[in-house]
């Protein structure tokens, strides 16, 4: 079960090359034989890499799985990138391989049309919270349930949560599904779906650090019942870490947590951007593919990023973040590219005073917090006691400062001792 298989699986694979090339009725059909070695290639990479890649951060349900996912968002960033050098009408195109209803303009919607909650000139005077009532408030619900096991902290999740919602009252002019109604910004999305499935992350996360683990084999186990239950657990975490993220410890780690807020934040955007920009209907497999694909690599980058922070041992960022955040970086630039008029039209005035004054109240927080309070904290004298000897051979307590004159006579080994110690607490 453990085992790479390595000359099992080159023994299958060399089968089938000899069975297309030998015994299979070649096509004459260019388009299906450019689609199936296209098809082939990928299978091909994504083979050699669950094999020989290395193991990711997670080991249940199996470390292939994992090492699958990795090789797949290699394939995607590759996808990407070709998509970049394409035309915009050319990338639209070629969806349609996938979709034929793909390539065509999307049906305009009005989202924040009439906000009245309760409307009491129309017959269903809820009518206006109904529609609003869609497949999307459960997928909102699970996926921040979901992105809660991921990040595994409050703070951190609440504040994406209300950076989302800023950034769609920031770009309602870009995208027409942003422009919603108050209380379905605040109340349906940030309080009740975000909120909720944060909430239930968080009992989650709680059930999950204080539940205990058995690490026994399968194999080990003699009831029916028992190998059921173990197989079901298979599919569940093999131990836990709890992430202490600690943004405010050093420099290091709020300016690597401003990162990962930005990052996550950009990709949540370009889920908006790309299905608006390529023609991708919102419940289109496409879309809720990705979204899933997403999940499954941000479980994986968000262990190797703690674990970057966290572990002094840890010297390299790991493989899974560096591909998700070019993923990241790729997805925007073909936003750009295929829409620089979209993507560049202006924000709202109040929305750009916001976004000017919270960027420098930022920046003079970060600057106070690492620069002038560690300084000042530095230069404040510590009082100590130290125990002197008289002449007589009895002792006095005598009140000093490491920073006064009247220490200049203090050079017993005592007093050598105290300040050591506190240099290396500094430190």
């Avoid at 059921?228 to 599919?235: I, W």
């Avoid at 994986?300 to 840890?314: G, H, I, K, S, T």
Wanted: charged share 20%; aromatic share 14%; with cysteine.
């Amino acid at each position: 079960f453990r085992r790479a298989h390595t000359i099992t699986a080159l023994f299958i694979f060399s089968a089938i090359l000899v069975y297309v090339a030998l015994f299979e009725e070649p096509s004459l059909d260019r388009d299906y034989n450019a689609k199936r070695g296209l098809f082939a290639i990928c299978l091909a990479f994504l083979l050699f890499g669950v094999i020989n890649s290395p193991d990711g951060p997670f080991i249940r349900p199996h470390p292939v799985f994992w090492r699958l996912i990795l090789c797949m968002s290699i394939l995607y960033e590759l996808a990407l990138v070709f998509l970049l050098f394409q035309s915009v009408s050319d990338a639209r195109n070629l969806l349609r391989h996938f979709d034929a209803e793909l390539g065509k303009p999307l049906p305009e919607k009005d989202y924040g049309g009439n906000c009245l909650i309760y409307d009491a000139n129309h017959t269903n005077p809820w009518h206006n919270v109904e529609d609003k009532l869609d497949g999307f408030v459960m997928s909102h619900f699970i996926g921040w349930w979901l992105k809660t096991l991921i990040l595994r902290d409050w703070w951190l999740c609440t504040v994406l949560s209300i950076m989302f919602e800023i950034l769609e009252y920031t770009l309602e002019t870009q995208l027409p599904n942003f422009s919603e109604c108050w209380w379905d910004h605040w109340i349906m999305d940030a309080l009740v779906c975000n909120g909720g499935g944060i909430f239930v992350g968080m009992k989650t996360l709680n059930w999950l650090s204080m539940k205990p683990y058995h690490w026994r084999g399968m194999w080990n186990i003699t009831t029916y019942s028992g190998k059921l239950k173990r197989l079901a657990e298979q599919f569940t975490p093999y131990s836990w870490t709890d992430y202490d993220w600690k943004p405010t410890a050093s420099l290091k780690r709020w300016l690597a947590m401003l990162g990962v807020i930005s990052m996550f934040l950009l990709a949540e955007l370009n889920t908006f951007y790309l299905k608006f920009v390529m023609w991708v209907p919102p419940e289109h497999y496409l879309c809720l593919g990705r979204l899933a694909f997403f999940l499954f690599m941000g479980a994986a980058a968000m262990r190797e990023v703690f674990q970057y922070l966290d572990d002094p041992n840890c010297k390299k960022f790991g493989r899974q973040s560096w591909i998700i955040a070019a993923i990241i970086i790729t997805e925007l630039l073909i936003s750009l590219k295929f829409d620089w008029a979209v993507m560049t039209k202006p924000i709202p005035t109040h929305m750009a005073v916001f976004w000017v004054v919270g960027s420098a109240g930022l920046a003079v927080w970060t600057l106070v917090k690492f620069y002038i309070l560690k300084d000042v904290k530095h230069d404040i004298p510590e009082k100590e006691s130290l125990k002197v000897k008289t002449k007589n051979g009895g002792s006095h307590v005598q009140n000093s400062s490491m920073g006064d004159s009247n220490n200049s006579g203090l050079k017993d080994e005592e007093g050598v001792r105290l300040r050591s110690r506190k240099s290396l607490r500094k430190e």
